[in-house]
């Protein structure tokens, strides 16, 4: 376990990356000690600087929702980092491609809450009755340190969360088999995945329940109203200067990010 001197030191690493756009030295490579707790706390202290300088938190990402994923990354469950209201995008946004590192993207669903939800115990029927609506999406995700990442890393900042993007036919969360909700995702003209939602823990709403059952023991309630982002159901695509991304959901439309 670090020390919060130790962990300080990688949160004034991390803000100053979030300040520059230039990636700093890994949690991991500073302190090979770190545990994944370190972690948490240092990406909830970053949060807590954030609020400070006005961001307002507005819900929470999940990443690492896929097998695969995990496997890459070596662990056996999903992470979690915070969403802010600077990060919120409207459909068709262009986007300074300097206000990152390395950007990639991921299409994803979103479920907006209605109601409370806290753990333990909570299910998939929980969350459906707990969600209003369910808005297909576009994450940017961002390495603000340098490569090789562990997880310790990219839990340590943030989940590598750095903007969302909102559009195509918000649903019910019982207008459609959930599991079925499929993406083609393009990159300018040219197809770079195809996913179903179901590669999500078997059922997207199931990273919201196990979100709220993480954060059960801290006494952590999901709010209504906040915005949580249930995971990639395809790998991340790399994104240019230039590149416009372009997510098919189908019958719930489609959302697109261009980088400029």
């Not at 020390?3 to 949160?11: K, L, N, P, Y």
């Not at 990402?61 to 995008?89: N, V, W």
């Not at 750095?162 to 197809?191: M, T």
Request: proline fraction near 7%; aromatic fraction near 8%.
């Amino acid at each position: 376990m670090l020390s919060e001197e130790q962990r300080g030191e990688a949160v004034r690493s991390l803000l100053e990356s979030h300040r520059t756009k230039v990636q700093g030295r890994r949690p991991s490579e500073m302190f090979p000690d770190i545990r994944i707790e370190d972690s948490y706390a240092i990406s909830s202290a970053v949060a807590a600087e954030r609020v400070k300088a006005g961001a307002k938190i507005i819900g929470h990402k999940i990443g690492l929702t896929s097998k695969a994923m995990q496997a890459s990354s070596k662990i056996d469950e999903p992470d979690y980092g915070y969403l802010f209201d600077d990060l919120i995008l409207n459909d068709g946004a262009k986007v300074p491609f300097e206000n990152f590192c390395v950007p990639r993207v991921e299409p994803e669903l979103t479920f907006i809450l209605k109601e409370p939800l806290k753990g333990p115990n909570v299910g998939l029927i929980d969350v459906l009755r707990a969600t209003e609506y369910v808005v297909p999406s576009i994450e940017i995700i961002d390495a603000r340190v340098t490569e090789p990442r562990k997880i310790f890393d990219t839990v340590a900042d943030n989940g590598a969360a750095a903007g969302i993007v909102l559009g195509g036919r918000p649903v019910r969360p019982d207008e459609v088999d959930l599991r079925w909700v499929g993406a083609v995702f393009y990159r300018n003209s040219e197809i770079e995945e195809t996913g179903l939602a179901a590669g999500v823990l078997g059922h997207p709403a199931m990273a919201i329940a196990w979100l709220a059952n993480k954060l059960a023991p801290f006494d952590i309630t999901l709010e209504p109203g906040h915005m949580m982002l249930s995971g990639s159901f395809t790998r991340p695509v790399w994104a240019q200067k230039g590149d416009t991304l372009h997510a098919d959901f189908g019958p719930l439309g489609s959302v697109a990010v261009q980088f400029v």
